[in-house]
């Protein structure tokens, strides 16, 4: 991987046609170690959230061992790179195939499951192993998060209890998940979260093993900074301090909050027109957050700053689809013409992942290495320091 000092370096070596992929592996390092030394449990990263193999490996080489996939073939995938990594199958609906396969060939034990017809096909398609490690996915109230995940998965609180007792009568080890929505903003959604879970078991008069907080940990854009990561972890170390003195395990499942800062996009602009710049990426590349959920990324204009004043623009992408649109705002230098570079921060989560092959137009396949600070940041980059810097966007 060819490495620069700076975006600007790469660009004005490389003057790029296609939009380019930067990584920081120092910010992606920086994550791992704060969620490894202070999250008082087992950390699972949550492969879909970018599983580019620079990443993974370098996740691993900061020592992250578990992994939570959402696939069989984030399932191979992990098992090739890293033959003794603990993997979590975590999507609660899978093929028959994907649970055989995931079992007999990649030694997956780990399953979570939201309903009866899931328990028996996983006993069944494991051959009534001896060794399952189940985890039943409560459905959690998404209050205080921008993204909810509450209507796909989950079984509701009230039909839990039995779900979770039929699941301790088969599995080895019996756990209880859920998922308080990406993007989470506020620590009291864990607090409800795990309040709910308490109830559950006590109602199933079942002993679990462990309890998975899930993920939703975020990260940090243009109008929307979250609280302290530090808070997320006292909120849930309290609640669940009462389980975790009886022997139950806490896990949870960070993906954005890990690699969201390692990443950026270089784009290009292709056309004016007003307010209006025309990019060569998009909805249907790196940029499918800003223009779906309509998140609002920091955008900079890269090489010779002018010193015009800012101004907000709106994106189009470069495909025939009226869809790819990023309504921002996305503030840069109002002087913005045809040819000039824009760098994306905070695209190492959902990115490059949710890029497609639309209308003919994809990111590159290079990924460049920068040794630069991220835009915007919720780690300290001072070491041993544990507060909340959060750098504006440079002009």
């Known amino acids: 991987m060819r490495s620069y000092i700076s975006p600007d370096s790469a660009v004005k070596h490389l003057q790029p046609e296609n939009p380019v992929v930067l990584y920081r592996p120092h910010a992606l390092k920086r994550a791992a170690d704060l969620f490894l030394s202070q999250f008082r449990g087992t950390v ?92 039943v996915r409560l459905a959690i109230p998404n209050n205080y998060a921008e993204l909810s995940l509450t209507d796909k998965f989950g079984i509701a609180p009230d039909q839990a209890p039995a779900l979770l007792a039929a699941t301790r009568e088969v599995a080895a080890h019996t756990g209880v998940c859920f998922h308080v929505g ?90 004016r027109k007003g307010d209006f710049l025309y990019l060569n990426d998009g909805t249907y590349g790196a940029l499918f957050d800003a223009g779906m959920p309509k998140f609002i990324f920091p955008a900079r204009k890269l090489g010779t700053d002018s010193g015009a004043d800012q101004k907000a623009f709106s994106f189009y992408g470069p495909t025939c689809d009226s869809y790819d649109f990023m309504k921002g705002p996305f503030f840069l230098p109002a002087d913005m013409k045809e040819g000039d570079y824009i760098e994306i921060g905070q695209l190492g989560a959902y990115g490059r992942t949710m890029a497609t092959r639309f209308n003919g137009f994809s990111l590159s396949n290079q990924v460049i290495a920068v040794k630069d600070e991220p835009m915007m940041t919720l780690y300290s980059t001072e070491p041993q320091v544990e507060r909340r810097i959060a750098i504006a966007a440079r002009a």
């Open 182 to 271: 990406s993007q989470c903003m506020h620590a009291d959604a864990y607090r409800v979260a795990v309040k709910m879970a308490k109830q559950v078991i006590k109602q199933a008069a079942v002993k679990i093993d462990s309890i998975d907080v899930g993920g939703g940990f975020p990260s940090i854009y243009p109008g929307m900074t979250p609280p302290d990561m530090g808070s997320f972890f006292a909120a849930i170390h309290d609640a669940t301090r009462d389980l975790t003195r009886q022997g139950v395990q806490l896990l949870c499942e960070p993906g954005r909050a890990l690699v969201a800062e390692s990443g950026s996009v270089v784009v290009q602009v292709i056309a």
């Open 44 to 135: 699972m990263y949550a492969v879909k959230t970018n599983p580019d193999e620079h990443v993974l490996k370098d996740l691993w080489a900061a020592g992250v061992r578990n992994f939570d996939c959402a696939s069989l073939h984030e399932v191979a995938l992990i098992r090739s790179l890293f033959p003794d990594a603990n993997i979590y199958f975590m999507h609660t609906i899978k093929s028959r195939l994907a649970i055989r396969e995931a079992y007999t060939r990649f030694g997956v034990r780990h399953f979570s499951l939201d309903t009866h017809e899931e328990l028996a096909k996983i006993v069944e398609e494991t051959g009534n192993a001896a060794d399952l490690g189940l985890h």
